[in-house]
DNA sequence: GTCTATAGCCAGATAGAC
DNA sequence: GTCTATCTGGCTATAGAC
């Protein structure tokens, strides 16, 4: 169906495969629909990937070293607390609004198969919390900052960005808004998180 | 397997299609397994259900009734903000706990399929967001609260309260922390989410 | 109500022609 | 490299004995 067809057969493969696999997730997926979004047949999704396992995981793999590296905008930088929340939340959000189906894929396989959890722990350049956890402190000490534990600023700063995805069908629900004013209202939220955060850490 | 077998078949096939439907999904879910898990045979699963579609909404709906109540805590009573953020992340966090995989399995299967979001939003009791959004108002007016939409508060409080937990493998590598660890940290939102959020808000 | 056995279907994977 | 045809296994669902 939709073709970007360079005769570019396992580019082809991969991109129908991250549509299907991250809308449906792996048990939902099936390799026929991938087929026919691609334009080919069955028999070449296995003569390129060789089982649905592997295709699937090299759609994860992908996804993941997609997100990941927009990690290192709040991590491993050198400038405030103040100005890494406020680039990250709105790096990310940006981010996020053009690969919306990301956060639910990552976290629903996540939790359906902690064999991938495992192996991402033991991964080579996965983020490292402890740069950001002693900049949190040194800036409390200080008195930039409120005391926050590290830890639970970012996994705030996470939550704020990355939950009104994952949680979309709800959201949309709760506030009875249309897809448009959901958009809208996520492209506030660029600044009105870190905005938010912001407020209540600053001493 | 692990049955809780007063005999009641009915029961025992509900809870332990919660159990698997929980954690796996629909799509990732076997009758086999659910007819072990309760310690009865496959055809029984059909002669009390029909089918796993039916099984699965008999699951689903009572994981939602169960959910949606909490939320009253937030909307429908008559303290000020203050009090009411305090209250609900306190208890919503210490229900959640209680029942893991409810947020994640609530989400994931109405990111799947987009009919339950519908048959939900026609519903009876649908938690109402107009009397929060018109309190916060006031509040503001009042110089209680600093300027703040109502939609945005909302959507951060659960944003801060559910979002660990549907993230909860993901949070387990960035810090490092064991089952345990990780559980304390949980315990402490309880009162740091709505500390947090608090700061941010109050006058 | 509960079981065994099996029908019927569908999906992943492979064989083999071109 | 790409296709058609087919194998094989697993899953939902049902038939029918007890």
Chains 1, 2 share one sequence.
């Not at 639910?104 to 983020?127: D, H, M, T, Y």
């Not at 002693?134 to 534990?149: A, T």
């Amino acid at each position: 169906m939709a073709k970007t067809k360079d005769s570019n057969t396992e580019g082809n493969i991969l991109a129908s495969a991250e549509n299907i696999f991250q809308s449906k997730g792996m048990d939902g997926a099936r390799m026929q629909e991938i087929a026919d979004k691609a334009g080919i047949n069955k028999a070449m999704l296995h003569y390129y990937y060789r089982s649905k396992q592997l295709l699937f995981e090299a759609v994860f793999n992908k996804a993941f070293s997609l997100l990941a590296p927009q990690l290192n905008v709040i991590l491993n930088d050198d400038s405030t607390i103040e100005d890494k929340i406020k680039n990250f939340t709105s790096s990310y959000i940006s981010f996020i609004m053009k690969h919306p189906y990301l956060p639910s894929f990552i976290l629903q396989e996540l939790n359906r198969n902690p064999k991938f959890a495992k192996k991402l722990q033991e991964n080579q350049n996965f983020p490292n919390l402890e740069k950001f956890k002693n900049q949190v402190n040194l800036e409390i000490e200080k008195g930039i900052l409120k005391p926050i534990k590290g830890e639970q600023l970012f996994i705030n700063v996470l939550a704020l960005s990355i939950f009104p995805f994952v949680a979309s069908p709800l959201i949309k629900i709760f506030l009875k808004s249309s897809e448009k004013e959901y958009k809208q209202l996520m492209k506030d939220r660029k600044t009105d998180v870190s905005d938010f955060i912001i407020k209540s850490i600053k001493a």
